[in-house]
């Protein structure tokens, strides 16, 4: 067996933990139960969790119930600090707040109202999970759709002040209902390779008439009718790029499709905080000539 492939299989059998940790978040997790799924034994598994993640399985497990905790605090903002922290696995509202500060740097209270994203994603460096495998693609006739846009103009770390101003004014306007309208947004640069400061992003809800002015800076634009390529990503929206670089790496080549001038845009069918991040489903469009 080449070292690649022996790399690969090991790293398979880390994602059957980690995918069995997103099942069962906020159940008791004994590393018996995670080493079992793994197969590896339960004398060193905590070692060599630890070293292939740089976490032991408590903060790692940790680290993924503040998350969704934090989701919840800034998006849901009416619900209950205390029972946030019991949905999530804490106790009480005082060791949650604990955990919580000494994580970011903020009270949970402080996130809710002011979140401090930079640090945030900083802190919550997961590892990385190595997935090869085929996707379905399938190309579909989209639809022109007006949509409401709020321009995302700074560092992608920042992408949630954005959202947090868009939702705000779903909310205040009712012009996009977000249970009856469809969210997208439209990515014009990629991440991992754009400067921070020069990354452009538009997060979009689907409308029906004009957007009048408003302070958030809402305006219209609209998706232009026409082909495109669309792959379905479940999971967390962190590792969206791996499905991306499937359709361009992947899918593209042996396609004998050429691309449209228009930049590639997701469909957000089901996302945090409503959904457990695990569960989220979004619909990638690459537009085809």
């Not at 604990?98 to 401090?116: D, E, L």
């Not at 770390?157 to 959202?163: E, G, P, R």
């Not at 992947?250 to 499709?257: A, F, M, V």
């Amino acid at each position: 067996m080449t070292d690649t492939v022996a790399n690969a299989a090991y790293a398979a059998r880390f994602d059957r933990v980690f995918e069995y940790i997103d099942r069962h978040l906020f159940e008791p997790l004994s590393v018996d139960e995670l080493s079992r799924q793994a197969h590896f034994s339960r004398f060193h598994f905590q070692r060599q969790f630890s070293a292939y993640t740089g976490l032991s399985t408590t903060r790692y497990v940790q680290l993924l119930r503040l998350r969704k905790a934090s989701y919840q605090l800034v998006f849901q903002e009416r619900r209950p600090i205390t029972d946030i922290a019991l949905e999530t696995g804490f106790g009480n509202a005082e060791s949650f707040s604990r955990a919580f500060k000494k994580c970011f740097g903020q009270t949970p209270t402080q996130f809710r109202t002011q979140p401090a994203w930079q640090p945030w994603n900083q802190r919550m460096r997961l590892p990385q999970r190595i997935r090869s495998h085929f996707m379905q693609v399938n190309i579909v006739e989209f639809s022109e759709t007006l949509i409401a846009v709020l321009e995302h103009r700074a560092a992608p770390s920042l992408v949630m002040d954005t959202v947090r101003t868009f939702i705000d004014w779903r909310k205040q306007s009712g012009l996009s209902p977000i249970a009856t309208s469809r969210t997208f947004g439209i990515a014009y640069d990629d991440p991992a390779v754009t400067p921070p400061d020069e990354f452009r992003f538009d997060v979009c809800g689907e409308v029906e008439q004009a957007v009048p002015a408003n302070p958030q800076g809402v305006v219209n634009k609209r998706i232009p009718e026409g082909r495109c390529a669309v792959v379905r990503h479940i999971g967390s929206t962190d590792r969206i790029s791996d499905s991306v670089y499937y359709l361009f790496r992947d899918w593209l080549p042996g396609s004998g499709e050429e691309l449209r001038d228009f930049p590639l845009f997701f469909h957000y069918i089901k996302r945090v905080p409503e959904t457990l991040e695990h569960e989220q489903i979004t619909d990638i469009y690459l537009p085809l000539a």
